[in-house]
């Protein structure tokens, strides 16, 4: 079973004013990942930091069974004249994936040429461990870098070894996304987003995150 929400916030609702280059600006992106990964707080990042520029943005989230470690996705539309919620496949600027099966199966929504920012970490579903089709990472990542217009590789391991912690993947995948330039946001933006929506004793770790992204880009 699958729950889904929307949002749609307007700047006059949030009372920013966007300049006139944050008007031009828009942005198609599709985040995708397993329960507990952190996907929806990402979206909810990226939604803040368009909200700061006074940008208008719309959210969508399926979340199915997350709780179980199933499949989670968000879209995230960003810009003036955003009719709808839902990204259409074969239109999305960019996909950020928290696990690269998940990228896989969210890829028919990346535009041709579009940018992939994903995790190298696999989460295996329950159905490899019991006699279903086996889950190889080599060729699921083969397959991204065939797929993809451009693709960010975050290795994960690295980074936990690195930050000592694995809850900073989103912000994480945000900063190398941020580094691409396929959002349209610097990586401060990224931190001032963060620095609205996640408590302070997590500041100065996550901020740590966004740095190091920058040796995946």
């Known amino acids: 079973m699958s729950e889904a929400s929307v949002t749609t ?3 006059q609702a949030q009372g920013q004013a966007a300049s006139e280059k944050d008007r031009a600006m828009r942005a198609d992106i599709v985040l995708c990942g397993t329960g507990g990964q952190g996907t929806v707080l990402a979206s909810r990042l990226l939604a803040t930091a368009a909200m700061q520029h006074g940008l208008p ?3 969508a989230e399926t979340i199915g069974m997350a709780q179980r470690g199933g499949s989670v996705f968000s879209h995230v539309r960003i810009g003036e004249g955003v009719a709808g919620p839902m990204i259409g496949r074969g239109r999305a600027d960019l996909l950020i994936a928290f696990e690269p099966a998940e990228a896989v199966r969210q890829l ?3 535009k041709p040429g579009g940018t992939v920012v994903a995790s190298n970490r696999a989460v295996v579903p329950v159905s490899a461990m019991t006699g279903g089709p086996a889950y190889h990472l080599d060729e699921v990542m083969s397959y991204l ?3 993809a217009g451009r693709l960010v590789v975050v290795d994960a391991a690295d980074a936990e070894r690195a930050l000592g912690s694995a809850k900073v993947l ?3 995948l945000l900063g190398a996304a941020a580094r691409t330039g396929a959002i349209g946001f610097t990586v401060e933006d990224v931190s001032r987003a963060m620095h609205a929506c996640v408590p302070e004793r997590f500041w100065e770790l996550n901020d740590r995150a966004l740095e190091y992204s920058e040796r995946y880009v």
Do not use: C, D, I, Q
């Open 9 to 11: 916030v307007t700047p």
């Open 57 to 59: 943005v719309k959210t």
């Open 108 to 110: 028919g929504f990346l």
């Open 145 to 147: 870098r065939s797929a």
């Open 170 to 172: 989103n912000v994480l």
